[in-house]
């Protein structure tokens, strides 16, 4: 196997032909380069998917943080159970029965966020060459765990109700007859990263039927559920059905993602694994953010905070909608009604990956849309996200991204 894409990446790396196969599968993002330049004041980023954590009052976290210290100090501060902590497991069946789930604190794992338990999931189930099934986009992030375990990543088309089931049957199908093994299903199922849209709730139950049918498992990876603008999101599919699904959450984007605390819910023997990957992974999940964020939970407002959060969201997402529909009238774009993305189809002769150096010098960035495929598309797409500049900067982003668009176009 080629080891072109690993760290080091070059020959001129000493232990170049010493890297494990599976480093194949990490490669730096194309576009890392081009982010560190973005990342200066003057240019609008609409580009990371970076919560507003300036949104929450320093009160609320330092008082939190001072309360652990005092209270529980050499506790917060010593190694924990691989599990995580009985109380923070406990406040997150809470957080969770706001989507309609319901729990046993035995069956969840807390995690070095999300991220982590994506990457746990994937190491106990995925054999190199295994089958993932994924919306068409999603998010790049998990895109690059399953690659890590060498497993092969297939796209099944959505629209604007998420997923769409008749083609998850067909590419079951398809993959089944080319005797391929398919592991895992992954799901954005509310305000997905990168396109915004949600799953409704007749194709869940659908997609649920066919997953059983077909003996195939489910993560649900949720970390938006709760930031809706309008109307809350269809309850969690895991509030359905329990065998089948592996429901991923964190309070990375209700809370702080600093903490680097999320969690998995699994049925009972994919628990004891997750526990021991974990375990194996970091000891134990960090006691400190734990407490803090458990702290946080019993002692402030956290669903009023959610609701702040929801509404200065939806402030931002409402600035991007009404500066596409001024200066890009031609393009088209999904509506999210929550969470943080907006995914933009650009006439089928732009790359969004070779205007990107153009855009930054005209001071915008923009995630290109191939990063959220496995399989090469999405050139003429675009992931802007809304959840960071305040809402004149994003009119002013939207408006120098359609010079550049404009300016392409002309081309
Ligand atoms: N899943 C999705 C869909 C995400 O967008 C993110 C963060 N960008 C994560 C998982 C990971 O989040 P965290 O590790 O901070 O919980």
Same mark, same amino acid.
């Given at each position: 196997m080629t080891k072109q894409g690993s760290p080091g990446g070059t020959n001129l790396d000493p232990w170049y032909d010493n890297y494990?196969?599976?480093?194949? !599968?990490?490669s730096a993002s194309a576009v890392r380069a081009l982010f560190a330049v973005a990342s200066r004041p003057e240019v609008v980023s609409l580009a990371g998917g970076m919560p507003y954590v300036s949104a929450l009052p320093d009160e609320l976290v330092t008082g939190a943080l001072e309360r652990v210290m005092r209270d529980q100090g050499p506790v917060a501060l010593q190694y924990g159970s691989g599990q995580g902590t009985p109380e923070v497991r406990e406040h997150i069946l809470e957080v969770m029965r706001t989507e309609g789930i319901r729990g046993s604190i035995d069956d969840v794992v807390v995690t070095t966020g999300s991220q982590q338990a994506l990457d746990l999931v994937s190491k106990i189930f995925l054999n190199p060459g295994d089958i993932v099934l994924a919306e068409a986009p999603s998010y790049v992030g998990a895109l690059g765990v399953f690659k890590s375990y060498q497993a092969q990543v297939r796209h099944v088309g959505m629209d604007a109700e998420g997923m769409i089931p008749e083609l998850l049957l067909e590419a079951i199908a398809a993959l089944k007859a080319e005797g391929q093994r398919i592991k895992l299903l992954y799901l954005?199922?509310?305000?997905?990263?990168? $396109?915004g849209v949600t799953l409704s709730w007749e194709r869940r139950l659908r997609i649920i039927e066919i997953a059983r049918a077909h003996g195939i498992l489910i993560?649900?990876?949720?970390?938006? !559920?709760?930031?809706?603008?309008d109307q809350p999101a269809p309850h969690a599919m895991r509030s359905v059905e329990e065998e089948g699904i592996v429901y991923l959450g964190s309070?990375?984007?209700?809370? $702080?993602?600093?903490?680097r605390v999320g969690w998995a819910l699994a049925p009972h023997g994919i628990k004891e694994k997750l526990v021991l990957a974990n375990e194996s992974a970091v000891l134990s999940p960090s006691t400190f953010s734990q407490s803090v964020i458990t702290e946080y939970l019993n002692a402030a407002d956290w669903k009023g905070q959610i609701d702040t959060f929801r509404v200065m969201y939806r402030e931002r997402r409402d600035a991007m909608l009404e500066a596409l529909d001024d200066f890009l009238p031609e393009m088209s774009w999904t509506v999210p009604n929550g969470g943080f993305f907006v995914w933009l189809t650009l006439p089928e002769h732009l790359d969004s990956q070779s205007m990107l150096p153009r855009a930054v010098k005209e001071l915008v960035a923009y995630t290109p849309?191939?990063?959220?495929? $496995?399989? !090469?598309? !999405?050139?003429h797409n675009i992931r802007l996200s809304?959840?960071?500049?305040k809402p004149d900067f994003i009119r002013e982003g939207v408006r120098r991204l359609s010079t550049v668009i404009n300016a392409e176009r002309a081309l």
């Open positions: 494990a196969d599976r480093t194949a !599968g990490l954005i199922p509310n305000f997905q990263n990168p $396109a993560i649900e990876d949720n970390p938006y !559920g709760l930031l809706y603008f309070f990375s984007k209700t809370f $702080a993602p600093g903490f849309g191939t990063g959220f495929y $496995a399989d !090469g598309n !999405g050139r809304f959840c960071y500049p």
